[in-house]
């Protein structure tokens, strides 16, 4: 893996690997096969399984081993010798929640500020569509107290993070089978208009949308 898209970043094996938020793809590079599982973590879920805030995990690709020690190499190995479905979720089932359990007796989860996690949500509800000084009034902050404690916490700040949410709104209206137009694309994904989705999908792909999108299809259709 690489965490960056053609853009010299280093390539990087992993067994088992995590990763923060970030504003830029990711390259997954294989030999036109790869199995695996794929886990999203909300940044809160984050720091109750990894015990750290998702802010440390920002930009960055982490084996899994160098957060949850033996217990990552344990789930690695279970996950590569079970041989169902069944059996590696109930793996996971039981690996995340000893994670959960073994930081339960300290106070990792409960430092996160509940203005913090009430802004991931309305955020997240929105899909970035929210203006961030009108989320940082109503909790009660202000929008430069507001951006410093949420940075702190996910690794972005919250008007980043709101781009990130329209562009990945704009990268599903963009990859359906039957896709809008582009303009279409930016105005429902909450854009003032095409052109600023063309500078978000250049900054974070490194490609334009019409060639990003062509790459995908040309994926999906083997």
Known sequence: MAAGVDDG???????????????RSVAIH????????????????????YGVPAAEL??????LDELLGALGVELADRLRAATTWAAR????DELLLRAVSRGAGGDRVSRVRPEVAEAWRRLLAA?????????????????RYLTERFRGEMGLSPK???????FEHAHELAT??????WADVAAVSGYADQAHLVRDWGEFT?????????????????
């Open 206 to 222: 490194g490609r334009s949308p019409t060639a990003w999108r062509r790459g995908e299809v040309l994926l999906g259709t083997g």
């Open 160 to 166: 980043t993070f709101a781009r990130v949410l329209r």
């Open 176 to 181: 359906t089978h039957d896709p809008l137009p």
């Open 89 to 92: 979720f109930a793996a996971l």
């Open 127 to 143: 899909r970035g569509r929210v203006q961030v000084g009108a989320v940082a009034t109503e909790l009660g902050w202000s929008r």
């Open 58 to 63: 920002a930009h960055r690709l982490v084996p």
């Open 30 to 49: 294989h030999d036109g096969r790869q199995q695996g599982v794929q886990v999203s973590l909300t940044p809160l879920g984050a720091r109750a399984v």
């Open 9 to 23: 970043s280093p390539v990087t094996r992993f067994g088992s690997v995590a990763g923060g938020l970030m504003c």
